[in-house]
């Protein structure tokens, strides 16, 4: 009987994490709207995040904007407006999305990594199992 427990401990603790970590994940984007105070982190802060990608997505663009950025125009107003221009306009896209369309383009591009999260959860609770299954052996 002892070693049905044994054997369970690490895949009790593998299921543990795995989940574990799947329900931090869907927590990134869930609740959507506010429940008992509480809110997934992407909605919560979208207005913060979409202020930050519109700040830095002039430094991030591929090459061919090099050369709006190369532009000068009477001192740097024209530049700096046209820039200023570029940033509004990312900011105000990410605002607009819903936040489903928000989970849906960030599941897209991190489906991969994600998935590795999960299972990395699972792999850490397997771990974590087998060090208390030698300890209870000792």
């Known amino acids: 009987m002892i070693e ?3 054997i369970l401990i690490p895949l009790i603790g593998a299921i543990t994490g795995l989940v574990t970590n799947w329900i931090a994940i869907k927590m990134l984007f869930h609740p959507r709207k506010k429940i008992f105070g509480i809110q997934g982190v992407i909605p919560k802060r979208k207005k913060d995040i979409a202020d930050r990608i519109g700040n830095i997505s002039p430094v991030i663009l591929p090459k061919s904007f090099d050369r709006i950025k190369d532009i000068r125009f009477v001192g740097n107003k ?4 046209l820039i200023d221009y570029f940033k509004q306009g990312v900011r105000s896209k990410i605002k607009s999305l819903d936040n489903e369309e928000i989970e849906e383009i960030i599941m897209q591009t991190a489906k991969k990594e994600l998935k590795f999260i999960v299972w990395i959860g699972a792999i850490v609770g397997f771990l974590v199992g087998c060090i208390q299954a030698l300890i209870i052996l000792m």
Not at 78 to 81: A, E, L, R, T
């Open 4 to 6: 049905i427990k044994i």
């Open 78 to 81: 024209i530049h700096s407006k």
